[in-house]
């Protein structure tokens, strides 16, 4: 099977495609046939060595946070899934997705909504998930509140915007001017276009800031907070995680989101898929032989909505050994 591994931290050139065995599920896990894997910034910023400290590992590595495909076959004598299901889900470390089979925990996939290609089944799981618990867990959000998405364009943003209208909240997005209409279309009541206004500096007053940016940091959005207002990042930094530990001795509050795979909340964002409160937005997806350009687009800090990687699709066809009946 195919997989994109690198030997090195490094520029997006040291991606490539490379055959390899094909795993072996262990119990309590199913192998995945791949059709599609998200890309996401953390494998970028994972792959140029700038995680190395916090996220250490051996190579070589595959990137690849969340995969869509189907069930091939379970580590188990017993699963609640059949092969040929529709499956998708965010892998936990050391990740992994960019592959054409991965062995994933069972309790971590979740079914498709019938609604979505695998493209933009793969799309969803990690900035889905931290759009959910960032502006739910985090952000505790209630019907009228004021929330502001700050990257509201981007993956994590995007579906932010769309979540806390879910939730009737009254959302402003900040994003540049070329992607107005975009995040108006998502749904926010008010945009900001950062190019031309300072969002910090409107004289308005938020519940929520979700910062899936983070260049003025919880200091720089204080005064736009109220005064039990909550500020999540997306990106920790140790000044927000140790003002976060302070969160009880002051009435505004400071977190730094890290996701967690529950497929529990998968398959919350799956209902509102079905439910067409929720939509994919895929800027583009990539065959496995434009990985490079691909990590080139993500690192460009410009993509609106989601990227993904089609790990089939696009790929001569090779000989698969057949899964063995049923799974269950
Ligand atoms: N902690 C976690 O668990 C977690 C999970 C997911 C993501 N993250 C992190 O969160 C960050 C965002 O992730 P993502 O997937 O949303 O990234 P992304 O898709 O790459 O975000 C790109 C978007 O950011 C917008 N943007 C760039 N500069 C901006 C600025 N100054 N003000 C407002 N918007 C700006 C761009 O819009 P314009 O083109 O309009 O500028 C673009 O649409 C990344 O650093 C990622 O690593 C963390």
Redesign the pocket.
């Known amino acids: 099977m195919k997989k994109i591994i690198y030997h090195k931290y490094g520029p997006p050139e040291v991606l490539k495609v490379a055959e390899v065995e094909m795993p072996e599920p262990a119990a309590g896990q199913i192998l995945v046939k791949v059709e599609a894997a998200g890309i996401?910034?953390?494998d970028y910023?994972i792959r140029n060595g700038s995680l190395k400290l916090i996220m250490p590992g051996r190579f070589p590595r595959t990137p690849g946070g969340e995969i869509a495909g189907t069930v091939h076959k379970s580590g188990s004598s017993s699963s609640s899934f059949n092969p040929g299901d529709r499956v998708f889900a965010m892998l936990g470390m050391p990740q992994g997705g960019y592959a054409q089979y991965v062995a994933v925990k069972e309790k971590l996939l979740c079914s498709i909504p019938a609604e979505l290609s695998f493209e933009e089944a793969a799309a969803v799981p990690?900035?889905g998930?931290?759009a959910l618990q960032s502006l739910r867990d985090k952000g505790k959000i209630t019907e009228g509140m004021r929330v502001l998405v700050?990257?509201?364009?981007?993956?994590?943003?995007?579906y932010a915007v769309q979540i806390a209208k879910v939730y009737r909240a009254h959302v402003t997005g900040?994003?540049?001017?070329?992607?107005l209409s975009f995040v108006q279309d998502l749904g926010a009541d008010t945009v900001i276009n950062?190019e031309t206004e300072d969002f910090t500096k409107t004289g308005n007053q938020y519940d929520i800031v979700l910062d899936?940016?983070?260049?003025k940091g919880f200091m720089g959005c204080y005064n736009i907070l109220k005064p039990r207002g909550v500020y999540v990042?997306?990106?920790?930094s140790m000044g927000l995680l140790l003002r976060q530990t302070l969160n009880p001795l002051f009435s505004r509050k400071a977190f730094?989101?890290?996701?967690s795979s529950r497929a529990g909340d998968l398959a919350f964002l799956g209902r509102l898929i079905e439910e067409g409160k929720l939509k994919v937005h895929l800027e583009r997806a990539y065959t496995l032989d434009e990985v490079v350009q691909s990590h080139q687009r993500?690192e460009?800090?410009?993509?609106?909505?989601?990227?993904v990687l089609k790990v089939f699709t696009g790929q001569p066809e090779e000989k698969i050994p057949q899964s063995e009946g049923r799974v269950a």
């Open positions: 996401n910034p953390v910023k990690l900035a998930l931290t700050n990257g509201a364009s981007g993956g994590v943003g995007s900040v994003c540049s001017g070329r992607n950062y899936a940016v983070a260049k990042s997306t990106l920790p730094a989101i890290i996701s993500m460009s800090g410009r993509v609106r909505g989601k990227l």
